[in-house]
Every structure is written in structure tokens, then in C-alpha cells.
């Protein structure tokens, strides 16, 4: 079985870096996904913005990253 490999963090992220993954779950759909610790940081990073209103472009920058690294994901948790 095939691995897939993990997209590493951007340069501009200043956040939290997990070592570890989770499943997380979209509170409106009820559906989970499991994310990579990279994916995991990206994420709380991009509620983490929705919940302050700061750094709108850093926010966007982010919901870019996560998009393009797990589509599936994105899909289910944050589209």
C-alpha cells in the first residue's frame, strides 16, 4: 500500500506544530476526518482565525495550503 506524502508546512506559518495527528469532525455535517499533525496544525490555525477575525490573509494562505494538501479533507471540514 502506497503512502502518501505529507505536505510540509509553509514557510510563513507560525503556529503550533503537532506531532501528532487526530480526527477531527465538522460540528454542522457531523462527518470526521483523521489529519496528519501538519494537517491538524494548519487546521486549528484556520479556527483559531475564524474565532479572533485576525489575520485575514494568513487565514487564506492556510485554507490555500490545506486545500491543495488534502482535498478530501477540505471538502468534509472546511468547505
Known amino acids: 500500500m502506497a503512502t502518501i506524502?505529507?505536505?510540509?508546512?509553509p514557510k510563513w506559518f507560525t503556529g503550533m506544530?503537532?506531532?501528532d495527528g487526530d480526527t477531527v469532525?465538522?460540528?454542522f455535517s457531523g462527518e470526521s476526518?483523521?489529519?496528519s499533525p501538519a494537517e491538524l496544525s494548519i487546521y486549528d490555525f484556520?479556527?483559531?482565525?475564524?474565532m479572533?477575525?485576525?489575520?485575514?490573509?494568513?487565514?487564506i494562505k492556510a485554507l490555500t495550503w490545506?486545500?491543495?494538501a488534502n482535498p478530501k479533507a477540505y471538502m468534509v471540514?472546511?468547505?
Open 33 to 35: 476526518y483523521e489529519l
Open 17 to 19: 506544530l503537532y506531532t
Open 66 to 68: 490545506f486545500r491543495k
Open 77 to 79: 471540514l472546511l468547505d
Open 52 to 59: 479572533t477575525g485576525r489575520m485575514q490573509n494568513d487565514m
Open 25 to 27: 469532525t465538522n460540528p
Open 46 to 50: 484556520i479556527m483559531g482565525c475564524q
Open 5 to 9: 506524502k505529507e505536505q510540509p508546512l
